[in-house]
């Protein structure tokens, strides 16, 4: 059992920052693929990011492609997403997920296993 829990949301004009922190319980999180995902108000769950086990690997959807970084420290069971530029679409929910080892489809939200409570993202124009 892997509990997630994100921190770091909150409103920022349009072209700001915020950095997201997804802390994992458990033993094994270095075994573990970990993703964010967003939703936004009338609109399904997409693809923000995703970042492999030993973070050599990392995926990002067109729309943040450039702005935003996938990170982890695997010593403090932690994962980062630093979000630049942010832009007044990038407002939702954001989630961090985990799925145990590797993922031949990181952006699909089915195989993952674990998901924390989302953190509220605003950007205001």
């Known amino acids: 059992q892997v509990r997630l829990v994100e921190s770091g949301g909150g409103l920022v004009q349009a072209g700001g920052s915020l950095r997201l922190s997804c802390a994992a319980s458990?033993?094994?999180?270095?075994?573990?693929?970990m993703g964010w995902f967003r939703q936004a108000p009338g609109k399904e769950r997409e693809f923000v990011a995703a970042?492999?086990?030993?973070?050599?690997?990392?995926y990002y959807a067109d729309s943040v492609k450039g702005r935003f970084t996938v990170s982890r420290d695997n010593a403090k069971n932690t994962v980062y997403l630093q979000m630049n530029s942010l832009k007044p679409e990038d407002t939702a929910v954001h989630y961090c997920?985990?799925?145990?080892?590797?993922?031949?489809?990181?952006?699909?939200?089915?195989?993952?296993?674990?998901w924390g409570q989302g953190t509220q993202v605003t950007v205001s124009s």
């Open positions: 997920a985990a799925a145990f080892g590797g993922l031949t489809s990181p952006t699909n939200p089915n195989p993952y296993d674990y």
């Open positions: 970042i492999g086990w030993n973070g050599g690997n990392t």
């Open positions: 458990g033993r094994t999180f270095s075994s573990y693929t």
